[in-house]
């Protein structure tokens, strides 16, 4: 299976957080982003005699299995965390701008130098707590995905050898464009994966 298709609905990222990379003032607070939609999981069907291929939904089956909605939330709540400290920072560099901005012209110049040295301190630190809380969450949604397919590939696995498949596709990367809703195995995977001990929580990134 390729990964590329799970890791898609677990691209939550801090990219809509406040960017310390060019004006110091933050822009508004971001809005909050919907998960992509997927199509609900199909209800069992009879699955056609003999055939030897078939498929699963694998977003499908990341969004609406235990797992995979315990792993979207423990990234999401993680990126949450990450929004807010980046926003706090922003705030306080903002604080200092605008009071640069206010009153530079009347403050002696050793208050202005250390101010502004302050200001470009907090915009530099501003800047990697972006680049490491990206790479922090990229780092997680990899942990998680890799937990998530060590334990789902196996049920797969499982089923195709008790249907006598050849091949078993996943339908979002496959280019399928019909096929007999009875070779969906979607339903059946989730139903087997819900069925299994829950998978332990991944460490969250620190704040």
């Known amino acids: 299976m390729k990964g590329s298709a799970i890791l898609t609905v677990l691209a939550l990222g ?3 957080t406040p960017s310390f990379a060019q004006a110091p003032a933050p822009p508004a607070a971001p809005a909050a982003q919907a998960p992509a939609a997927v199509p609900a ?23 609406l299995s235990r797992d995979g909605k315990t792993a979207t939330d423990q990234i999401q709540k993680a990126t949450v965390a990450k929004q807010k400290d980046i926003e706090s920072k922003a705030k306080a560099l903002q604080a200092n701008q605008q009071k640069l901005d206010a009153g530079g012209s009347v403050m002696t110049e050793t208050a202005r130098a250390a101010l502004t040295k302050e200001i470009d301190r ?3 630190e501003g800047e990697r707590l972006e680049q490491d809380a990206q790479q922090e969450l990229t780092e997680l949604q990899q942990e998680v995905q890799a937990e998530f397919q060590k334990k789902l590939l196996p049920i797969l696995q499982d089923l195709g050898r008790e249907k006598g498949l050849q091949m078993l596709f996943s339908a979002a ?11 969906d195995l979607t339903g059946e995977a989730i139903t087997r994966l819900d069925a299994t001990p829950a998978a332990p929580a991944t460490a969250a990134a620190p704040a």
């Open 173 to 183: 990367d496959s280019g399928l464009v019909w096929a007999d809703p009875g070779l």
């Open 41 to 63: 999981a199909p209800a069992p069907l009879p699955f056609p005699a003999g055939a030897k291929f078939a498929f699963v939904n694998l977003p499908a089956l990341f969004q």
């Open 14 to 16: 801090v990219s809509a």
């Open 122 to 124: 907090q915009q530099k």
